[in-house]
T-cell receptor, first 113, second 112 residues
Framework: DVKVTQSSRYLVKRTGEKVFLECVQD?????MFWYRQDPGLGLRLIYF???????EKGDIPEGYSVSREKKERFSLILESASTNQTSMYLC????????????FGPGTRLLVL | GESVGLHLPTLSVQEGDNSIINCAYS??????FIWYKQESGKGPQFIID?????DKRQGQRVTVLLNKTVKHLSLQIAATQPGDSAVYFC???????????FGTGTRLTVIP
């Protein structure tokens, strides 16, 4: 079975802090994704990556950056956390090519005070 | 942008009955569709997928129907069980990219 893990299930940070969310997948997937999930808005794509050291902006990249130094690890960075970044963050991975099926991690619920 | 919507935000069914969750999509170029189940406090879990060259696909207790004419997707769950209570999302791949575009979800509640 595909396993996608996220470093934290719950996280509380203060406004202005730098926040790192880590995601690791164990299936040698090329593609990795970061979403945020908010009530009534569904899943919105923040960033994705098709290969090591490669990144593409999703629909809502502002206030975020990512890092993919190794194939299995995709990090989401909040350079200066703000209260409107309080959300559930979901990481996913998929194979390539044509591997549209994305497998999700358990999510990190981030609260920014 | 893409638009993937659901007809009903909530659905309550009696245990043992069949459930039908509907989804409308807007991009006629989408050729891949997928249903996810998300239980409280967990990430979305893959249920079943279907490509646009098919109009029906069956899994274990689940069936996905695709009507390309009206751009409609449905998930049928047979003999619904309490463990089926969750939020269900449909997603489409837009213009064939490896990205997925998600609907906002339908909350299914199974009444014992």
């Amino acid at each position: 079975d595909v396993k996608v893990t996220q470093s934290s299930r719950y996280l509380v940070k203060r406004t202005g802090e730098k926040v790192f969310l880590e995601c690791v997948q164990d299936m040698d997937h090329e593609n990795m994704f970061w979403y945020r999930q908010d009530p009534g808005l569904g899943l919105r794509l923040i960033y994705f990556s098709y290969d090591v050291k490669m990144k593409e902006k999703g629909d809502i990249p502002e206030g975020y950056s990512v890092s993919r130094e190794k194939k299995e690890r995709f990090s989401l960075i909040l350079e200066s956390a703000s209260t409107n970044q309080t959300s559930m963050y979901l990481c996913a991975s998929s194979t390539d090519p044509g591997g549209e099926t994305q497998y999700f991690g358990p999510g990190t619920r981030l609260l920014v005070l | 942008g893409e638009s993937v919507g659901l007809h009903l935000p909530t659905l309550s069914v009696q245990e043992g009955d069949n459930s039908i969750i509907n989804c409308a999509y807007s991009n006629s170029a989408s050729d891949y569709f997928i249903w996810y189940k998300q239980e409280s406090g967990k990430g979305p879990q893959f249920i079943i997928d279907i490509r646009s060259n098919m109009d029906k696909r069956q899994g274990q207790r689940v069936t996905v129907l695709l009507n390309k004419t009206v751009k409609h997707l449905s998930l049928q769950i047979a003999a619904t069980q309490p463990g089926d209570s969750a939020v269900y999302f449909c997603a489409e791949n837009g213009a064939g990219a490896n990205n997925l575009f998600f609907g906002t979800g339908t909350r299914l509640t199974v009444i014992p």
